[in-house]
């Protein structure tokens, strides 16, 4: 098998989704975190896009590849490595799945922009995007404990790391957001327990999470 390397940064959610499907694959891989502050010549010279995550694919004569965007990537583990298959077998039911991993991206941005509002009109605003994206995954959710039910599966490692950032605040704010959905709330609180999604980010990410709201001076943190 290849040699992996997970090229990340400790807060970005992309690079939870890949390290989550590393994890539930059991896979060995490294992981080397790099300053986006003061992005490395290296990691420039090998990044078209200037962003994490990269996967450095290295074969065992020597030969390396490098793969970019969190999507392609969980799709070459997907395809090329053992352990639990992340979607379904139905080609249709599979397709669904990849659009709904294209609503928690977009899912993802109306959290990062609520999280990271200044003052309370923006808050605001973001915040009822935000509840129009959590009322169309009430309307999808079974039984649960997953997005499909039973089986874990890459929409699970998409949307793990947005519902991470509500489970570091837990605000009066922040939870409000839940009170209506409360199959998006035990969805949330079954992929915090999982063991993948608890070690795809390191023991301080609490810390440095509240630490860049503080940094963005975020309006959320007046209630941390």
């Keep these: 098998m290849p040699t992996l390397t997970l090229i990340s940064h400790p807060l970005c959610p992309f690079v939870q989704r890949a ?21 490395p ?9 200037g962003k994490v995550p990269l996967l450095q694919v290295q074969d065992a004569y020597g030969a390396e590849e490098i793969l970019f965007e969190s999507v392609a990537i969980c799709e070459y583990l997907q395809e090329t490595q053992p352990g639990p298959g992340l979607y379904p077998d139905d080609p249709l039911m599979r397709a669904k799945h990849r659009a709904w991993i294209e609503f928690g991206s977009a899912t993802l941005e109306e959290a990062w922009g609520y999280l990271n509002a200044r003052d309370q009109a923006s808050a605001d605003l973001k915040a009822a ?21 039973e089986a874990f599966g890459m929409v699970d490692a998409v949307f793990a790391p947005v519902f991470r950032y509500f489970d570091v605040l837990e ?13 998006v709330n035990a969805w949330r609180k079954a992929l915090s327990a999982r063991a993948s999604v608890s070690a795809a980010v390191s023991a301080d990410y609490p810390a440095l999470f509240q630490a860049h ?12």
């Design 213 to 224: 709201l503080q940094r963005q001076q975020a309006l959320l943190m007046k209630e941390v």
């Design 41 to 49: 010549a290296w990691f420039l010279a090998i990044s078209p896009t």
């Design 129 to 149: 995007s935000l509840k129009d994206k959590l009322a169309q995954l009430e309307k999808i959710l079974g039984s649960g404990p997953y997005f499909a039910g």
């Design 171 to 183: 605000t009066d704010s922040t939870e409000s957001l839940f009170t209506d959905f409360p199959g």
């Design 19 to 39: 390290a989550i499907v590393l994890l539930e694959k059991q896979v060995p891989f490294h992981r080397i975190n790099v300053d986006l502050g003061d992005k």
